[in-house]
């Protein structure tokens, strides 16, 4: 299926290439044990698997789903929501990084990608609360908040028929009026101290930077911190089609699919000061 002219214009604007879509990701599992694979580089208990691994019961995802997790400095006495969280692979995560110990709330609107988050939590007895609500109806005060958005997906990949046959200027746009509306939600239920992570798999500024420069903009209280993944990515962008963000926002990670054969991802941290 052919790339939408309009997205394959603004791909090469960020100096990226159509060829982009033609790989396919690397996966990974996370163990506590050592494996007899291939360590995944940012983050020790992770393992990429190769064609002939045999899954049993393990969850297998693309690795670049760790970095927002990690970025979030989650700990076992943590009060942690996953504001967008179905189909639930960074409530996985992120239950594995607190040892299945954190105070977990997953949330997702759609009933259907629930059910999913749900059969995730059940099948690997994940301590997780799980609501089903829209994310700007959310209650509550939270020491870590991810905030992993929906997005218009430029990044997957693996699914770039879904991606081609959806994709549209006047779409990102309206993502975009939504991606804004929840992070400025996310941030009042954090708490003074707290920490806010804020992801997408997608390349457009409209969907990221802008996004974190309007809660900067709104927010004095708000500042951006460094994320300390070891992991090859792209910096934030400062400008875009003539528009100045913050120029803090360098430092967030844009991470194109050539740099880990990974899907793509943009990343950014936040502290409630």
């Known amino acids: 299926m052919q790339i939408p002219e309009k997205l394959k214009l603004r791909l090469e604007k960020l100096g990226l290439d159509e060829s982009i879509y033609d790989q396919r990701t690397r996966k990974c599992i996370l163990s506590k044990k050592p494996l007899d694979l291939e360590q995944v580089p940012w983050y020790g208990h992770a393992y990429f698997i190769n064609d002939t691994f045999e899954k049993k019961d393990e969850f297998i995802f693309d ?70 609500k829209s994310g700007r109806m959310l209650e509550g005060a939270f020491d870590k908040i991810l905030l992993d958005a929906p997005c218009s997906g430029e990044g997957m990949v693996n699914k770039k028929k879904k991606l081609f046959e959806h994709w549209s200027e006047k779409n990102v746009k309206l993502l975009a009026k939504k991606q804004k509306k929840l992070i400025l939600h996310a941030f009042d239920m954090l708490e003074k101290g707290g920490t806010l992570v804020y992801s997408t798999c997608t390349f457009g500024p409209e969907e990221n930077e802008a996004v974190i420069d309007a809660l900067l903009s709104k927010h004095k209280d708000a500042k951006l911190a460094e994320i300390n993944v070891k992991i090859i990515h792209a910096v934030g962008l400062t400008e875009w089609n003539g528009e100045k963000y913050d120029p803090s926002l360098s430092q967030c990670l844009r991470i194109y699919p050539q740099h880990n054969k990974t899907g793509g991802f943009f990343v950014a941290k936040i502290w409630k000061m």
């Open 63 to 132: 690795p670049v789903s760790l970095v927002p997790c990690i970025a979030l400095e989650s700990e076992k006495q943590d009060r942690i929501l996953d504001m967008c969280a179905a189909p639930g692979t960074k409530t996985f995560i992120l239950s594995f990084l607190t040892d299945n110990e954190a105070h977990i709330v997953a949330n997702d609107i759609n009933k259907y990608r629930v059910k999913r988050l749900k059969s995730i939590v059940n099948k690997y007895g994940l301590s997780v609360e799980v609501l089903n």
